[in-house]
């Protein structure tokens, strides 16, 4: 069974971590995930090691990694792979795929076409 991560840097401000669980929310409906979680690199919790054990105990076995990230910095460089390979490590059997960051989805520029003309209305 695949369970889905969607994981974010975190903050100390409560109400950005809060909008990231609205849009994992928003995202699992309409994907139609049965199993998710959010996860947070710092700052807040759970973080992906948290969030990867609730998803396994409810039978995930697969999880797919999705970064709220923009671009491909040091944190899904270099931190993210680390912590996914100490999860697979301690967890046999365990998968843990991750998939590109939001950058180069063909919407992201979409979404900047939107919010420039917002402000311009």
Not at 43 to 53: D, N
Not at 85 to 102: F, K, N, Q, S, Y
Request: net charge negative; glycine share 8%.
């Amino acid at each position: 069974m695949t369970g889905y991560v969607i994981f974010a840097h975190g903050s100390s401000v409560e109400s950005a971590n809060e909008a990231v669980r609205v849009i994992a929310a928003q995202a699992a409906g309409a994907a139609g995930f049965q199993l998710y979680e959010t996860a947070y690199l710092d700052c807040a919790h759970p973080t992906l090691a948290e969030a990867v054990s609730a998803l396994a105990s409810r039978g995930a076995t697969d999880i797919v990694v999705i970064p709220y990230f923009l671009t491909l910095g040091i944190h899904l460089q270099r931190d993210l792979p680390a912590l996914v390979r100490a999860l697979e490590a301690g967890t046999p059997g365990l998968r843990v795929r991750i998939t590109p960051p939001l950058d180069g989805h063909p919407a992201l520029s979409s979404i900047i076409v939107d919010r420039a003309r917002e402000i311009s209305a």
